[in-house]
């Protein structure tokens, strides 16, 4: 099962918008909206931001805004902010020989 | 508060195996699957498999099947995960996480997580 594919970072100005993009198959992002984004400051545990492709948990931003296209799935950070620096990861569930992937992780940098 | 406390950092040889353990409070620990997630240094998630704590069904990563068990003890609101046959590319941070809550995918719990060194 491969990882998904996410740009290695992305950087941007404070108050400026960045989009985070994942790429993955027909047997993952393709085949199910079961899409999930975990921001993860340095030391710290991944946390969730975006579940189910566009959902917020409860007291997340709603800067954060999830979408997804074919086998593509997209995280866009609206207002950025210095504590969004950070890396992010995309998740998908799948029909793969294990049921959950991961990205490969994106280094978030504000300029 | 729903959390999950893990146990210490581990340094092991290779050939050796690890126990993890996870302490859930804050919620009833049977109602949710919980999630083991292995994390190398400088490297994405991955996934290692869940155990429904109530039942103590599991489903394991098939990278892992052949090395990984894990186990629970309702009575003290635990999880564990063995991990036998060390590598040095086990080396990594071992977190437990709650699934389901939300839905399908997306953990909203997760430990603090358990440092693993394996070298000689």
């Known amino acids: 099962q491969s990882a998904l594919t996410q740009p290695a970072s992305v950087s941007g100005s404070p108050g400026q918008s960045i989009t985070i993009s994942c790429t993955g198959t027909?047997?993952?992002?393709?085949?199910?909206?079961?899409v999930a984004w975990y921001q993860q400051h340095p030391g710290e545990a991944p946390k969730v931001i975006i579940y189910?492709?566009?959902k917020w948990p409860s007291g997340i931003s709603k800067r954060f805004s999830g979408s997804k296209s074919g086998n593509t799935a997209s995280l866009t950070i609206s207002g950025l902010q210095a504590e969004d620096e950070a890396d992010y990861y995309c998740?998908?569930?799948?029909?793969?020989?294990?049921?959950?992937?991961f990205g490969t992780g994106t280094r978030v940098i504000v300029l | 508060q729903a959390q999950f406390v893990q146990s210490g950092p581990e340094v092991k040889k290779p050939g050796a195996s690890v126990t993890v353990s996870c302490k859930a409070s804050?919620?009833?620990?049977?109602?949710?699957?919980i999630h083991w997630v292995r994390q190398a240094p400088g490297q994405g998630p991955e996934w290692m498999g869940w155990?429904?704590?109530?039942?103590?069904?599991?489903k394991y990563s098939q990278r892992f099947q052949d090395r990984v068990t894990f186990s629970s003890n309702t009575s003290a609101s635990s999880v564990y995960l063995d991990l036998s046959s060390l590598k040095s590319e086990d080396t990594a941070v071992y977190y437990c996480?709650?699934?389901?809550?939300?839905?399908?995918?997306?953990?909203?719990?997760w430990g603090q997580g358990t440092m693993v060194t394996v070298s000689s």
């Open positions: 996480a709650r699934g389901g809550f939300f839905s399908v995918n997306g953990f909203d719990i």
């Open positions: 804050g919620y009833t620990f049977t109602t949710y699957l």
């Open positions: 155990i429904d704590p109530g039942r103590a069904r599991t």
């Open positions: 027909n047997s993952d992002i393709g085949a199910y909206d079961y």
């Open positions: 189910d492709v566009t």
């Open positions: 998740s998908s569930y799948t029909s793969g020989k294990s049921p959950y992937v």
